[in-house]
């Protein structure tokens, strides 16, 4: 095709070309969003430890799933904050006094 018609050869974006994120309001729960996209490998992954580690940052008591942590998180870290507050309702508990401390991100390419 190329040699005949050099106009018609069509060249894809690569998938980094394609890289995306979105936020948009859930169709069918108020007060909801849905945020979806295609990260980079790497970034990908050091998003995902992220939540990770702000999600662990409650008590055992916590009364949510680790899904729903995972949730919350991303609003933490849109806020810029390095934990959650823990809702398991204890006056004396740990989570109160123990920092999220940031996990170290390991690079996989």
Do not use: W
Request: net charge negative; glycine share 8%; aromatic share 2%.
């Amino acid at each position: 095709m190329a040699d005949y018609d050099p106009a018609a050869v069509r060249v894809p974006p690569t998938v980094a070309q394609n890289c995306y994120v979105e936020v948009e309001a859930h169709p069918e729960a108020a007060g909801m969003a849905m945020v979806g996209g295609v990260l980079d490998a790497v970034d990908a992954s050091a998003f995902d430890q992220r939540l990770d580690v702000i999600a662990g940052s409650v008590c055992v008591n916590d009364p949510r799933s680790k899904a729903q942590r995972r949730a919350a998180a991303c609003g933490a870290l849109g806020r810029g904050e390095g934990s959650l507050a823990c809702l398991c309702g204890s006056a004396d508990c740990p989570a109160v006094t123990m920092p999220a401390k940031p996990a170290p991100m390991i690079a996989t390419r």
